[in-house]
């Protein structure tokens, strides 16, 4: 009687959802052959998915506790400290999927620098406070009432202990006591998850991801592992990377005493001495913007999709911009936003790629990361349309492992469409090109903690200068 009870609860939940996504279907606006989502549908799907879920666990009783990732310890690769580099594991045995993230945080190269980093936070440069086991944020979520399209993979989390965008090469402690090991501690966590069974199955899927300093460990080091892979025969192992927030323009030569925390181009080049930095073989090593944005993409020749915030706000502090709290700075905010944008393109080689005008940072590690990114594709007097990272990241996923000759055509103005009639290159269009003008930037977490006391002069900006 209860099994009998219990099948009928399931099929209950399965006819309401299949139900809702029917309704939702039919609400959704067409134009020619391609599908957009306005804003009460983007609403309507948010609160009804989390409604129906709720409903289910509560009337089927289903239980469903968040998994865990394990703690496991490197051998022989350590963090600033000199303790041993760690990183966490959360099994999937079923898939062939592994999520491998990268942690962001900074960097320091100096005794000064690093001190007052592990003064901050002594997990930027340590594990010896590292707990035994953590919840997965972001695309690590496991919870499947939080929709994550990656959640039932195999979870892979490596702390950022390292300080050096996991370019570090070097054996010895280098900086006053201090080790810089980011490179070795990212391969040696690939060659552990062999033996834990990556790429015993058919196809099996390898996403190195990372957010801010952990993106450009990804552009760094995943040419070098797809190689380490194939040399070791693992060729069923397919390697594709996911950026976010890593999108930096050139360096600066010099700076003015106004700016503070700006970076130059001989700063980098000390900083890659002292951490005795490993250059992608790509790399012109007296020209260190080979380790950004275009100068790296161009060469890489892993699939990339690249996650990047137009007016990224790490990318103004390191141009000596941020807080925009003069209209100077917001004028030149402007321009450096523009120079983004013009540098992510398909002409550029940039094959992948979601850039909102939002002023934001880091988006991998943000809980339901993919649904809370839209960008807004037209306006009229009616509604504006809008389109999801989630849409984007699985038309690229479908066109990288799926299809062995991706054609592109193009049929709108900021979208490329693959054969499969869907878009997996995005951005806010001509209608919004001003700081946080898509609606939904007012989404995105802690928006309002750290730019409520800039939205005047922002909005007032924007309005000044369309």
């Known amino acids: 009687m209860f099994k009998a009870l219990q099948m009928f609860s399931y099929a209950s939940f399965f006819l309401s959802t299949t139900v809702f996504f029917i309704q939702l279907a039919e609400s959704v606006t067409k134009v020619g052959d391609v599908e957009y989502w306005s804003r009460d549908d983007i609403s309507n799907y948010k609160n009804k998915t989390i409604t129906i879920m709720n409903s289910c666990y509560k009337k089927c009783g289903v239980e469903y506790g968040v998994p865990k990732l394990y703690k496991y310890t490197l051998e022989n690769v350590l963090c600033n400290d000199g303790t041993p580099a760690t990183y966490y594991y959360a099994k999937s045995p079923k898939s062939r999927r ?17 001190h007052k980093r592990a003064n901050k936070s002594i ?40 300080s050096d965008m996991y370019l570090g090469n070097t054996h010895k402690a280098s900086v006053a006591g201090y080790h810089f090991m980011g490179s070795q501690i990212v391969m040696k966590t690939i060659m552990e998850l062999i033996n834990h069974g990556m790429g ?22 995943i040419d070098r592992i797809a190689m380490k892979l194939k040399r070791m025969k693992k060729g069923n192992i397919i390697v594709r990377g996911i950026v976010d927030s890593a999108w930096y323009l ?42 950004y944005g275009v100068s790296s993409v161009q060469h ?5 999709f690249i996650i990047q915030n137009q007016f990224d706000i790490e990318q103004m502090a390191l141009k000596g911009i941020w807080p925009p709290d003069n209209y100077e700075k917001l ?34 590690s943000v809980k339901s990361f993919h649904k809370v990114a839209f960008v807004k594709i ?39 469409y693959s054969r499969y009639d869907c878009s997996m290159r995005l951005s806010d269009t001509s209608y919004c090109t001003s700081p946080n003008c898509n609606e939904y930037c007012e989404h995105m977490p802690n928006f309002e903690r750290r730019f409520g006391r800039l939205s005047s002069n922002l909005k007032h900006f924007s309005k000044s200068r369309k």
């Not at 503070?260 to 900083?271: F, P």
Request: net charge positive; aromatic share 10%.
């Open 331 to 364: 004028a030149r905010l402007k321009e450096v936003g523009e120079e983004v944008r013009k540098q992510i393109t398909y002409e550029n080689g940039v094959k992948a790629f979601f850039l909102s005008s939002c002023m934001g940072h880091n988006l991998l």
């Open 200 to 221: 015993t199955k058919k196809n099996t899927q390898l996403f190195l991801t990372g957010s801010s300093a952990g993106g450009i460990g990804v552009l760094a080091n």
């Open 300 to 304: 890489i020749k892993s699939p990339l």
């Open 123 to 162: 997990r930027f440069v340590s594990s010896k406070k590292n707990s035994n086991r953590v919840e997965g944020n972001g695309i690590l979520e496991m919870t499947y009432d939080n929709s994550n399209m990656f959640w039932r993979s195999n979870m892979i989390y490596i702390p950022y202990c390292s």
């Open 378 to 416: 037209s306006e009229n007097t009616d509604v504006a349309h809008y389109k999801s990272l989630e849409s984007a990241l699985s038309c690229w996923i479908k066109n990288t492992f799926y299809n062995s000759s991706i054609v592109i055509r193009s049929e709108h103005n900021s979208l490329n």
């Open 98 to 114: 592994w999520i491998v993230f990268l942690d962001g945080g900074g960097f320091c190269s100096t005794v000064e620098e690093c």
């Open 250 to 291: 050139p360096l600066a030569k010099t700076c003015s005493m106004s700016q503070k925390n700006c970076l130059t181009e001989s700063g980098m080049k000390k900083a890659m001495h002292a951490w005795r930095g490993r250059y992608p073989q790509y790399c012109n090593q007296k020209n260190v913007n080979c380790l």
